[in-house]
Structures are given as structure tokens and as C-alpha cells.
């Protein structure tokens, strides 16, 4: 475990570059462990699936979402996990956040997700995400202000909205 405290100072972000694919795929296989550690695979099998999964991912989300950002979260310097974020004039869709265990749990999705809602709210835009709706964060989702707007089978299509400013009287 990091010894680092945890500061907004200390969590970063930027884009992914050449040389993080391995560790995108480890966020990305750490992601799915506890759904994928029900199953028991032949050997080899199971890397050979999130490879292929990792892989068709990245590729609909090029193929399907323009401009999308592909980030590394870092603390303090150190790959933490992933976000991907996509940007329109009127929304602000969160693709996907997610952190290898290590660095779970003391708060940096929480404040990265601020960011972003302060961001839609400085920008009048809506903040949108999927998720799994067994997934453990979805109790921090409902407290930051995210209500489900659409029940889609295994998923819950959640949506912030930004707070109108007080009239001026």
C-alpha cells in the first residue's frame, strides 16, 4: 500500500500514452475479477478472454464515442487506475472509473467525481455513467447527487444534473 496521504494535490490525471496498455488491462482484468472468479477457466482461457474483451472495448468505444478521453489516474505519481470521460456541449459522460484494489477505498474516485460535477455544474451540463447494478459504488453514485434514469437490464443509466443558480431578485 502507498504511504502517500491522500490530497487533491496528489491525485492526477493524464492521458494515456504508449506503454500503459498492460497496466490499463490490469485495471481492466481487476475490474472483473469478482464476476470473472466464479467461473472456472482452463488455463490461459481466462486471460485469453479479457484480452479480447479489453480489446473490443477499446475499440467501441473509439468506434462509437467521439473525442473520448482515455486517462490514467495517478496518485502521488503512481498509475492508480482509469478514467474514461467523453465531453459534448451538453453532457458529460463518465465511461468508466475504476482503480486497482491497492487504491480503492480512500477516496479518490469520490474526489475525481467532484471534479467532474463541478465541472458540469460550471459548464450547465449533465453528468451521465453506466453502471452494473450490482456494482459496490453505486451507493457513492446516489450520494453524490446521481439518480437512475433508465433501467437497461444489467446496467442502471445514471444522470447528475446541475443545480440552477437562485434568481436574482
Known sequence: MIDNPLTPESIGLRPAREGDEDFLRLVYAES????LDRVVWPEGVREQFLRSQFDAQAAHYLKHYPGVEFLIIELAGTPAGRLYVQRTPSEILVMDIALIPEFRGRG????LLRQILDEGQASSR????HVEKFNPALSLYERL???IAEDQGV???LRWSPVAPAAIS
Open 145 to 147: 447527487g446521481f439518480r
Open 126 to 129: 449533465i453528468v451521465t455513467m
Open 155 to 157: 446496467y442502471w443509466f
Open 32 to 35: 472483473r475479477r469478482e464476476e
Open 108 to 111: 479518490i474516485g469520490t474526489a
